[in-house]
């Protein structure tokens, strides 16, 4: 619907908008690939180990957290509510670091090494 005689104006652009992040989103993922694709070498081999360093102390992190509840009996809860309260942000950092971890390594399957 036009608005003003020379310019669709600010009203256009807002029934528009959701086009912008769709194509920064775009253009960041294959900007990510192509650098995948193309890793060789050195840089390879420290994303490498980048990547199991992350997914290592991530996983110490998460076991850091649920110590308090392997030693109460529970070895088969899953989630945030099992973890003692004070222990959560270890919790959450360790997930956080661990899932990163794998995306990384996940990328790294796109390269030639």
Same mark, same amino acid.
């Not at 110490?60 to 308090?68: E, F, G, R, V």
């Not at 309260?85 to 919790?91: H, I, K, Q, V």
């Given at each position: 619907?036009?608005?003003?005689?020379?310019?669709? /104006?600010? #009203?256009?652009?807002?029934?528009?908008?959701?086009?912008?992040?769709?194509a920064?989103v +775009?253009?960041?993922?294959?900007? $990510?690939?192509?650098?995948f694709t193309?890793l060789? *070498?050195?840089?390879?081999?420290?994303?490498s180990? +980048?990547?199991?360093?992350?997914?290592? $102390? /991530?996983g110490?992190?998460? +076991?850091? +957290? #649920?110590?308090?509840v392997?030693?109460? !009996?529970?070895?088969?809860? $899953? *989630?945030?509510?099992? $973890?003692p309260?004070?222990?959560? !942000?270890?919790?959450r950092? !360790?997930?956080?670091?661990?899932?990163? *971890?794998?995306?990384?390594?996940?990328g790294?399957l796109?390269?030639k090494?």
């Open positions: 619907m036009e608005y003003r005689r020379n310019s669709n /104006g600010l #009203k256009t652009l807002l029934e528009h908008w959701p086009l912008l992040p769709v920064t +775009a253009i960041l993922a294959s900007q $990510v690939f192509i650098f193309r060789s *070498g050195t840089p390879w081999i420290s994303f180990v +980048a990547s199991f360093a992350l997914m290592i $102390v /991530g110490s992190l998460i +076991a850091y +957290a #649920k110590l308090p392997y030693r109460s !009996g529970r070895f088969f809860t $899953v *989630g945030l509510q099992s $973890v309260e004070s222990l959560r !942000g270890f919790y950092w !360790g997930w956080s670091l661990f899932l990163f *971890g794998i995306v990384l390594s996940l790294l796109l390269s090494p």
